[in-house]
């Protein structure tokens, strides 16, 4: 399918565009402060468990990050098999590469500061964001690969879209970044993660951006899809609350209250995309979205 004219000047492939301009590399991330800075953190604030606490953060973004990076290729080929717009493909060929960025980040950190083996990740990984992160977007992304046929294919795109854009990355991802500022940027704390957490953030806010594009257009065309949205968020919301709230420790680095706010509201802004009810981002805010 060629890239019509439309499609050459889409937000879609402005997204993919900005991608572009936007490249970084995890080799290029300093992380020299972090290594001193971190032996402090162990040694000073032992009786805090603030190491246990930022090991959690980073192990559920070390974990979701190789999750979203396994998952991510058989939205390319619905798109494609569906007729969704090559510049739809476009963009999600810079999103996969970002996100194999992403998991490459995390385990250069856990290598050269943690200096433990990622496996150590797992034990943070409890049944709640093993769900969420991992075993429920590995079905609902296995159903996409196998769909045949577009009336197939596109109610199945419409849930995964959702649970990968909607639930993993807008509602936990963006709730972590939140955490990880209260965290760390106010006590001036690790400033390599801190700028691998600022880019991180930046690529998914395009990613965000394109899923909830997605996601009103569908539902548009297709007011039945919105029971699939609404379905969706429904049914993973729990395991989400459930994970912020793992980090409500004895002397806590974060605010769960605040957290679960954050993450419920960033499940209100996606669900108005879809026509669920909220405020429809204007399209000057779709660009401010997709920048960050």
Partial sequence: ????????????FSLYSKAKQLHWDPADVDLSADRAQWAMIKREHAG??????????????YEGEESV?????????????????????LFLTTQLYEE??????????????????????????????????????????????????RDRIIPVFAESVTHYMGVVEAMLARTGYVGAHDALATRGWLPGLQEGFRLVKRDEGRHVTFGMRCIAELTAERPELREVVSATFERHLPNVLATVAEFDY????????????YALAQYQRFAAAAGLGGEVLSEAEYAEEGDR
């Fill in 1 to 12: 399918m060629p890239l019509t004219a439309a499609q050459f000047t889409s937000p879609y």
């Fill in 48 to 61: 805090e468990r603030y190491d246990e606490q930022i090991l959690r953060l980073t192990s559920l973004f």
């Fill in 69 to 89: 990076t396994r998952t991510l290729a058989p939205f390319c080929s619905a798109v494609s098999r569906a007729g969704l717009g090559v510049d739809k493909e």
């Fill in 100 to 149: 194999a960025k992403h998991f490459d980040f995390f385990a250069r950190y856990f290598a050269e500061v943690f200096e433990v083996d990622g496996a150590i990740t797992r034990q943070y990984i409890t049944p709640a964001p093993q769900a969420v992160l991992i075993a429920d977007l590995e079905e609902v992304t296995e159903r996409l690969r196998r769909a045949e046929g």
């Fill in 250 to 261: 004895p002397q806590p680095l974060v605010d769960i209250d605040k957290l679960s706010a």
